[in-house]
């Protein structure tokens, strides 16, 4: 079975960047497009940024041209570049994988495969 392990999170001030990371156990991302999400308390889980098989990608307006998702194959590594941050881009983020294709690969409810999560936090 499939498992992802994101990294990268912490705690940034406002304007700061991060880069997270999402390792695959086995080798998914030539045959699962690929999603980052993120939850901040209270809210619902919501996709941010997908990447499909071909190397397409889609974001939310919320992070269009602040964000960047991007994949190594050969490493089996999904990466998410986050710059501008903004104190509500607080949450717990998460990589997801899916069968599906297109905009499926960041709606919640096509991922088959989830990692634990990675914390972040920006101050103000």
């Known amino acids: 079975q499939v498992q992802l392990v994101e990294s990268g999170g912490g705690l940034v001030q406002a304007g700061g960047s991060l880069r997270l990371s999402c390792a695959a156990s086995?080798?998914?991302?030539?045959?699962?497009?690929m999603g980052w999400f993120r939850q901040a308390p209270g809210k619902e889980r919501e996709g941010i940024a997908g990447?499909?098989?071909?190397?397409?990608?889609s974001y939310a307006d919320s992070v269009k041209g602040r964000f960047t998702i991007s994949k190594d194959n050969a490493k089996n590594t999904l990466y998410l570049q986050m710059n501008s941050l903004k104190p509500e881009d607080s949450a717990m983020y998460y990589c997801?994988?899916?069968?599906?294709?297109?905009?499926?690969?960041?709606?919640?409810?096509?991922?088959?495969?989830w990692g634990q999560g990675t914390l972040v936090t920006v101050s103000s």
């Open positions: 990447i499909d098989r071909d190397g397409t990608t």
């Open positions: 086995g080798y998914i991302y030539s045959s699962y497009c």
């Open positions: 997801g994988g899916s069968t599906y294709g297109d905009s499926r690969c960041r709606n919640v409810r096509y991922i088959e495969v």
